[in-house]
């Protein structure tokens, strides 16, 4: 059976550029961001993995960790590491998980055989601290991810946990909200959203971001 939103995500043992894991023991009780690279000394994934580490502050005020995968192993990875530092000015602060035997990559799915029957694509997956699987972004091994979109992606998972609202189109955090269509009783909308709201349509509330 496939991975779906809301499968658990599979367990896994693993080593890593910083040491062996189990892989819910390594999430605990945060959030974690899984994303795979095809191959290591490869131009795209060398610039992601500078990208992500210079955004890591960012991660973690989401109390969220990262962890990379990439089909080699973990001390081709650690060379590697030493070019991603020079090249992309970062300093590698999130494990990367040595995967030549493609465990993980199976076990996520990972590898398209109608893409390439060796390398990863790129994949994301956005777990949360119930080690649910919560969203999946999936691009080509020629299109470099944007971690702007995967930390917009956490900041809306976060906010309709806890609020009754979905974000609309092109949001990012602090813009108005749409209020969840199965939240009718005027009692409880008035309680949760004291801003009020505009029905543009009986379906389309926006509301301003609950919680700013
Ligand atoms: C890259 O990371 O640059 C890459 C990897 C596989 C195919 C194409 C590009």
């Known amino acids: 059976m496939g991975l779906h939103i809301g499968s658990v995500a599979p367990d896994f043992q693993a080593n890593t550029t910083q040491g062996p894991i189990q892989f819910h023991q390594w999430i605990g009780s945060t959030w974690a961001v899984l994303f795979s690279h095809p191959k290591d000394f490869t131009p795209v994934c060398t610039t992601e993995l500078g990208r992500a580490a210079n955004l890591k502050a960012e991660f973690d005020r989401r109390n969220a960790k990262m962890i990379a995968v990439s089909v080699d192993d973990v001390d081709s990875h650690k ?40 390398l990863t694509v790129r994949s994301v997956f956005l777990i949360d601290p119930n080690k649910k699987i919560r969203a999946m972004i999936t691009y080509p091994a020629s299109t470099g991810r944007n971690f702007s979109e995967i930390l917009r992606v956490i900041d809306s998972l976060q906010l309709t946990d806890s609020h009754k609202v979905a974000t609309p189109a092109d949001w990012k955090d602090g813009d108005d909200c749409v209020i969840v269509p199965s939240l009718q009783d005027p009692k409880e909308l008035a309680e949760r959203f004291p801003k009020g709201f505009k029905a543009v349509r009986p379906y389309l509330r926006i509301t301003p971001q609950p919680n700013k």
């Open 79 to 118: 060379k590697w590491i030493g070019d991603i530092e020079e090249t992309q000015k970062a300093t590698m602060n999130f494990p990367i998980i040595g995967d030549e035997g493609r465990v993980v990559a199976k076990l996520y799915d990972m590898i398209h055989p109608e893409a390439n029957d060796t």
